[in-house]
């Protein structure tokens, strides 16, 4: 028989106290520090609505869902501040700052060097970790029409200028026919690569006329239509060299 185990939803009671948890070990640790966990008892309630409010947490009844968004944010967010062994850190500073062992621009010194260090290792976002917009949803790539952002939706990419004034209506839509008949997909790798060099090699293309699969460059042709088209390029042909 095999077991699997699965995740446990949480309620807002089990994360409260996860949260008053949250790194027990790193602080154990340290002497003379109230605070333990992430938050305060008079904090974490506030912490929590304001993730729903924000739209990174839905409650379903009594259980509390990561979004869409909040899924997202993760992914971007560098792993040393999804730690909360980074706030039993700071608590330790503050201590120190508090029994006179570290002065207080030393310690603000500190915070600015690793914002610093932060924003330099995360300044370019893959698209496996894709970045967010205003909106909450996954950026893949600049629009080449007006230059907004190009945004993963259900059905396609597309731009985030759709609303704006006048509108732009560049879309690469997931079920496009130029991909479906060729049995590949429009992922958003290929969207993004689409998008910053205006073309991708795909490799096991299929022909309907030849029942074959072959490889090719596939280009962005966009006009300002209202549908984007594509077109393939083939690498020429080494010709065979002719015996002496």
């Known amino acids: 028989m095999i077991h699997v185990n699965t995740l446990q939803l949480l309620s807002e009671d089990t994360l409260l106290s996860a949260m008053e948890h949250a790194s027990a070990e790193d ?21 929590i609505e304001k993730l729903v409010r ?19 944010l993760i992914k971007v967010m560098p792993d040393t501040l999804k730690s909360a062994r980074l706030t039993a850190e ?7 700052v508090e029994r006179g062992e570290l002065s207080p621009e030393d310690f603000m010194a500190g915070i600015s060097a690793m914002l610093t ?3 330099k290792g995360y300044q370019d976002v893959t698209v496996a970790n894709a970045a967010l917009s205003a909106s909450g ?6 629009c080449p029409r007006c230059g907004k952002n190009v945004v993963e939706g259900k059905k396609s990419f597309f731009c985030e200028g759709w609303n704006a004034t006048p509108p732009c209506g560049f879309a690469l839509w997931k079920n496009d026919r ?10 958003r ?3 993004a690569a689409l998008l910053k060099n205006g073309r ?24 300002g239509e209202k549908f984007v088209r594509f077109k393939l390029e083939f690498d020429p042909k080494t010709p065979k060299k002719k015996g002496n």
């Open 54 to 72: 924000s739209g990174f947490v839905e409650r379903k009844k009594k259980q509390l869902l990561p979004t869409e968004k909040g899924t997202e």
């Open 27 to 47: 602080f154990a640790k340290l002497e003379d520090v109230e605070r333990k966990g992430l938050g305060t008892p008079a904090t974490r309630a506030g912490m």
């Open 178 to 187: 130029f991909f479906t008949g060729k049995r590949k997909e429009l992922t």
């Open 137 to 142: 949803r996954t950026v893949i790539g600049i």
């Open 90 to 96: 700071w608590e330790e500073r503050l201590g120190a």
């Open 200 to 223: 991708v090699a795909m490799t096991g293309l299929f022909s309907e006329k030849k029942g074959v699969l072959y490889d090719a460059t596939v280009v962005m042709e966009d006009t």
């Open 117 to 119: 260090e932060l924003i």
């Open 189 to 191: 790798k290929v969207a």
